[in-house]
């Protein structure tokens, strides 16, 4: 069944594009039920999953930690949307690289393991089960287990499922990447570097003076914070994109850039409320940022009635339930080049929408509706994120524009 379920998640959609994710989740189920959880450390896994050297510095190198954080997010996703299909749910449980196996819902009345378990009048021992292991890309598995005869057709039915769903997702990941390729080339092929100016400064929203409940601005934005940890997942996300696409870039925190760094060249602005370069330049689009008072909103020009992209900051951590930003990629006559805004009314905004533009998939959904021609136009959208868990989902459309 655990095996079963692994199959199931990293087959969905939130696991099939990546490699890294996927590995580094089944490579920490194969060895727990080989009874080796001892062993999943951080050094080891960048070992022996992600090939560093045995004395790497985890702290310059933290690829495990991060992996296992956005892991936990998409595995939480995966029940958002699947739960009622589920009879057993995996955890990666926070501060642990061991995951965890829970019965979701009493096995079905013609489950053969519950007959044979009913009949017997006890639980099964080992001996008399039926599961099989199964051999993933490598891992550990028991290739000399004769398959039950009722079964001899299996290889043949996985094998041709196996050469369809290649065919199908080669057309999925060809189209994907055309769409990648649509978004990110203005910038991909502009001369020179391109400068990402990250949002650090105060965001001046006004938070609860209750001391009762924590305040949904305290979790998000601490006093002390410089720059946040989703801001800089995101920042990891956007440059990784320019490094596969050989472009150089330049970094500069948003108190520290100048107009003069952003003249004649292609801009990425990642935050909305804590990047006043962010909300200077939108202030000419049809979205655009809106504070009054605690509550932060992304403003329809075109449909200013429309106030449900908002987020208060007044209440409490705990209701938070969504999130909002704006992708915006269009010239600018300010910098005279073209930009990319990547802001959340919230970190977490920000942070889904670094994943839209790093994740084929999601690209390539967002976009499905957005108005034919926009690959030679300025676009700007609207998407939404479910906050799960104190993690970002996956984004949806909301609106969009072009011109």
């Known amino acids: 069944m655990i095996l079963q379920e692994l199959h199931a998640i990293v087959s969905s959609h939130l696991f099939k594009n990546s490699k890294r994710y996927p590995t580094l989740l089944r490579y920490v189920v194969q060895e727990t039920l080989d009874g080796h959880a001892n062993r999943l450390k951080e050094r080891t896994l960048g070992v022996e999953v992600f090939d560093r050297p045995p004395d790497y510095d985890t702290n310059a190198d933290p690829v495990v930690r991060v992996s296992a954080g956005e892991i936990r997010r998409r595995i939480a996703q995966f029940y958002h949307e699947n739960g009622e299909d589920s009879r ?81 997702y080669a057309i999925h990941k060809t189209y994907a990447q055309t769409q990648s390729d649509r978004i990110w080339g203005p910038v991909l092929k502009s001369p020179g570097s391109v400068l990402l100016v990250i949002g650090n400064g105060p965001h001046g929203l006004i938070a609860t003076s209750s001391e009762e409940q924590a305040a949904l601005i305290s979790k998000v934005h601490g006093p002390y914070d410089h720059i946040s940890f989703n801001e800089a997942v995101s920042l990891s996300r956007l440059t990784d994109v320019l490094a596969k696409g050989a472009k150089q870039y330049q970094v500069k925190e948003a ?149």
């Not at 449980?93 to 965890?100: A, T």
């Not at 039926?130 to 598995?141: T, V």
């Not at 020009?301 to 987020?311: S, T």
């Not at 021609?373 to 868990?389: F, R």
């Open 88 to 168: 057993l749910q995996i955890d990666l449980p926070v501060g642990s690289y061991v995951p965890e196996f829970k019965l979701r819902m009493e096995p079905l009345d013609g489950d053969e393991n519950l007959s044979r378990r009913e009949e017997s009048g006890g639980p099964l021992e080992p001996s008399q089960t039926a599961i099989h292991q199964e051999k993933f890309d490598g891992y550990p598995g028991d290739s000399n287990r004769a398959l039950p005869k009722r079964n001899l057709l299996l290889p043949v039915a996985i094998i041709l499922i196996v050469v369809a769903c290649i065919g199908v």
């Open 255 to 403: 108190d520290l850039a100048t107009l003069q760094d952003m003249h004649n060249r292609s801009v990425v602005f990642i935050g909305a409320y804590n990047n006043l370069w962010t909300m200077r330049l939108t202030e000419g689009l049809r979205f655009r940022f809106q504070r009054d008072g605690a509550v932060a909103r992304i403003l329809d020009i075109k449909q200013p009635e429309n106030r449900d992209w908002a987020v208060d900051y007044t209440k409490p951590y705990a209701s938070a339930l969504y999130d909002y930003a704006v992708i915006a990629r269009y010239i600018d006559p300010t910098t005279n080049g073209h930009t990319l805004i990547v802001a959340g009314i919230g970190a977490y905004g920000t942070e889904a929408a670094s994943e839209a533009l790093s994740n084929p998939a999601d690209l390539e959904s967002l976009l499905a509706n957005v108005p034919a021609g926009w690959e030679n136009k300025n676009l700007e959208l609207v998407i939404k994120t479910a906050i799960i868990n104190g993690e970002a989902a996956h984004p949806t459309l909301m609106s969009a524009t072009t011109w």
